[in-house]
């Protein structure tokens, strides 16, 4: 049997793995299924329509399946919440179901929410993501894998972060954040490639020089962004990093960040 904490309440209705721990004072709503080895450390809050995997750990105060935080929602609605395996919720860190009906949140393995992080509704957070303190997105946010957001970062509602992308403290986007750089600043730009991460990830140098002459070429060559991707295409090789690169600025909604306007690193 799950190990549940006298003053913790579980609902009727809620599915636990026999492995699962419930520590002191945590609530866990009527629709919420826990996988195995899933720990909820105290003081939390697990409700609505949410699955947790197995090996997550969700320390006090954070809140998960919450109803968002929009007037379009509709009372009674199901509205999922989805999460992978091997997360780590910190203190105070909240992340909500999908808006409209049947819709949801995802959230993939191996990402790390600090504390007071926020993910809104109909967000997709990938593979390997840290969200510093304090940081978040907006509603259908989509952070792909390996996406670093400093402290006191955020995103505009619809955005995306490409893959292995980092973004510095402090900083907010209206615009989507390519694979491979680094952004910073309040509606900034692009400032660099995200070269640390990539080597500690295991890129090779010869990746990560390609992925610096597309740098230069998309941000530092003056041309105007479908002139630059010809050119990438044109000129570098089509590695899977550089036509990754290309398909997520062509499939843009938002548009791409432009290279940020204080001048740049190599």
Do not use: W
């Amino acid at each position: 049997m799950p190990k549940i904490h006298p003053s913790a309440i579980v609902a009727d209705g809620a599915i636990l793995d026999d492995s699962v721990e419930v520590g002191p004072f945590c609530y866990v709503g009527p629709h919420v299924t826990i996988g195995a080895g899933t720990r909820l450390i105290g003081h939390c809050n697990i409700d609505g329509y949410t699955t947790l995997g197995s090996g997550n750990v969700v320390h006090p105060f954070a809140a998960l399946g919450q109803p968002a935080q929009d007037h379009a929602v509709v009372p009674g609605a199901k509205t999922y919440l989805k999460i992978g395996n091997d997360n780590i919720f910190r203190e105070g860190c909240a992340i909500h179901t999908g808006t409209k009906p049947d819709s949801e949140t995802i959230i993939g393995n191996h990402c790390m929410f600090m504390n007071a992080t926020h993910v809104a509704h109909n967000c997709r957070i990938g593979n390997n993501v840290i969200f510093v303190g304090f940081s978040g997105c907006a509603g259908y946010c989509e952070v792909f894998d390996n996406v670093l957001l400093s402290a006191l970062s955020g995103m505009h509602q619809f955005c995306r972060i490409g893959r292995f992308a980092i973004i510095s403290g402090g900083s907010v986007f209206s615009q989507d954040v390519p694979p491979f750089m680094m952004a910073e600043g309040r509606n900034g730009g692009v400032k660099m490639i995200n070269k640390v991460g990539l080597q500690r990830a295991g890129f090779s140098s010869e990746t990560i020089t390609i992925i610096k002459h597309l740098y230069r070429i998309y941000y530092r060559s003056g041309l105007i962004p479908s002139n630059a991707l010809a050119k990438i295409k044109e000129e570098l090789p089509q590695t899977p990093e550089v036509l990754e690169f290309i398909q997520f600025c062509e499939s843009s909604k938002r548009g791409v960040l432009p290279p940020h306007k204080e001048g740049h690193r190599n």
